[in-house]
């Protein structure tokens, strides 16, 4: 599993920002890339685009990973268009940030499906998938929230600090049917992807999505025996 040319991976949230610097880091590497997101003009404009230049290795679907028979429906629309999934790439995540005593009941309830149950799910149906070929490898992409917690961010933070914890257990489950697991918890991002790391970032001292994007290749190349299995990045010189 140390190549990425020639396998198959499944994004969630690959319309934007993160999700999207992965996808086309990974289709620029041979790899076929299935993403999802809510939108479907949003997708499909990623698609058409990805595809333009990298060809028929790009599929995508609407999909809310909120709702699990949609997530069972894109992952074997998936299957059929690549014949199974070697790197699934937990990605897609919403962030509502109010005092407890504030927060609508609905914006907890969104944060927790996305953040963690739509993790579960995609990790459900990736898993066996995963197994008949013989192995793969997880990346969820978490949070430094998911270790600080923070005055307003008691929804996003539980559903980040939940994530680790399903992170590490997941990882001691499947260790043995050679499929890996890891987490990423990036700092703060600038996600204005309109400019993509290809212009001066609105906020210079901000990660771009590429720089999350270039730990996820650089641990699908990482040696079988290895496994970094939490990945903490963050901006090197953060406003003071």
């Known amino acids: 599993m140390s190549s990425i040319s020639g396998k198959s991976a499944f994004v969630t949230g690959g ?19 299935f993403l999802i997101a809510r939108n479907p003009r949003e997708v499909e404009h990623v698609v058409a685009s990805l595809r333009a230049e990298h060809g028929d290795r790009i599929a ?8 699990y028979e949609q997530v069972r429906a894109a ?30 009941v609905s914006d907890w309830a969104a944060t927790m499906e996305t953040n963690l149950s739509g993790v579960f799910y995609c990790c459900r149906e990736a898993i066996p998938m995963m197994k008949q070929r013989g192995g793969g490898y997880i990346i969820n992409i ?4 998911g ?7 008691a929804a996003y933070n539980a559903s980040k600090f939940g994530l680790i914890g399903f992170s590490e257990a997941l990882m001691q489950e499947v260790r043995y049917d050679h499929i890996r697991v ?24 901000k990660l771009l999505p590429e720089d999350v994007a270039r730990v996820v290749i650089d641990l699908l190349q990482m040696d079988p ?16």
């Not at 074997?76 to 504030?102: C, K, P, T």
């Not at 270790?147 to 961010?153: D, E, H, P, S, V």
């Not at 890891?182 to 001292?205: E, I, L, R």
């Not at 025996?225 to 003071?240: C, G, Q, T, Y």
Request: glycine share 14%; proline share 6%; charged share 20%.
């Open 142 to 145: 978490g949070s430094l929230a």
């Open 182 to 205: 890891s987490y990423v918890m990036p700092g703060s991002v600038d996600t204005d992807f309109g400019h993509s790391g290809k212009q001066a970032p609105s906020k210079p001292w």
């Open 225 to 240: 025996r290895a496994l970094a299995s939490r990945v903490e990045i963050r901006p090197s010189e953060p406003r003071k």
């Open 147 to 153: 270790k600080n917690a923070f005055a307003g961010g």
């Open 60 to 67: 995508g679907a609407s999909c809310d990973v909120r709702d």
């Open 15 to 33: 319309t934007k920002g993160i999700g999207l610097a992965i996808a086309g880091s990974l289709a620029a590497r041979g790899a076929a890339v």
């Open 75 to 104: 992952m074997q629309a998936m299957e059929r268009a690549f014949g199974g999934i070697d790197f699934l790439i937990n990605n897609a995540g919403v962030g509502y940030f109010a005092n407890v005593e504030a927060m609508p």
